[in-house]
Antibody
Framework: EEQLVESGGGLVQPGGSLRLSCISSGFIFSTSWMTWVRQAPGKGLEWVANIHLSGSETYYVNSVRGRFTISRDNAKNSLYLQMNSLRVEDTAVYYC?????????WGQGSLVTVSS | SYELAQPPSVSVAPGQTARITCGGNSIGLRSVHWYQQKPGQAPVLVISYNKDRPSGIPDRFSGSNSGNTATLTISRVEGGDEADYYCQVWITTSSPPFVFGPGTKVTVL
């Protein structure tokens, strides 16, 4: 069964850092673009970042560029999102997803709460 | 930036047909994808490239796209179809390039 499982979310103070992880199984991870999408409480979906198969290309939404870093380890079938200088408005459920439009497989999500 | 418009809500009786629209400038020239999200769950891709159904998606779900409007149609609606539905496009010249619509809440009466 194809699966994505996120971890690493939690409560962090404004200005703090957090690293999300997403482990894949059931498919060849190294052949897929990977993406992070977030959803603020009660709001819609927002694309955050994505990364090329090899990790050679990365793209970010303007609001996180320079603060967040997407990366991957194909040997470990894993995707990461390093989040620094976190803001209250970054509070959301963060989903990892396979592909770069469409996003055809999603993890269950990891909640990140930025609050003092 | 490119913007998509969806009605906030659609109500439909069981067995009837629900149509959810997604409006955007010349969206007919784009590939539109649709996602279903039930409460507390992750989104699921239900229609890709305007009209293609991924494996496991019932044929009650169909899509079309022309002009300035894409449409997701759910035929013979069931209670389990109650969810939020999001359209999504990829616009290489937009910032951000991956855009989601605001979502439509489908309520089964």
């Amino acid at each position: 069964e194809e699966q994505l499982v996120e971890s690493g979310g939690g409560l962090v103070q404004p200005g703090g850092s957090l690293r999300l992880s997403c482990i894949s199984s059931g498919f060849i991870f190294s052949t897929s673009w990977m993406t992070w999408v977030r959803q603020a409480p009660g709001k819609g979906l927002e694309w955050v970042a994505n990364i090329h198969l090899s990790g050679s290309e990365t793209y970010y939404v303007n609001s996180v560029r320079g603060r967040f870093t997407i990366s991957r380890d194909n040997a470990k079938n894993s995707l990461y999102l390093q989040m620094n200088s976190l803001r209250v408005e970054d509070t959301a459920v963060y989903y990892c997803a396979r592909g770069a439009s469409p996003f055809d497989l999603w993890g269950q999500g990891s909640l990140v709460t930025v609050s003092s | 930036s490119y913007e998509l418009a969806q009605p906030p809500s659609v109500s439909v009786a069981p067995g009837q047909t629900a149509r959810i629209t997604c409006g955007g400038n010349s969206i007919g020239l784009r590939s539109v994808h649709w996602y279903q999200q039930k409460p507390g769950q992750a989104p699921v891709l239900v229609i890709s490239y305007n009209k293609d159904r991924p494996s496991g998606i019932p044929d009650r779900f169909s899509g079309s796209n022309s002009g300035n409007t894409a449409t997701l149609t759910i035929s013979r609606v069931e209670g389990g179809d109650e969810a939020d539905y999001y359209c999504q496009v990829w616009i290489t010249t937009s910032s951000p390039p991956f855009v989601f619509g605001p979502g439509t809440k489908v309520t089964v009466l």
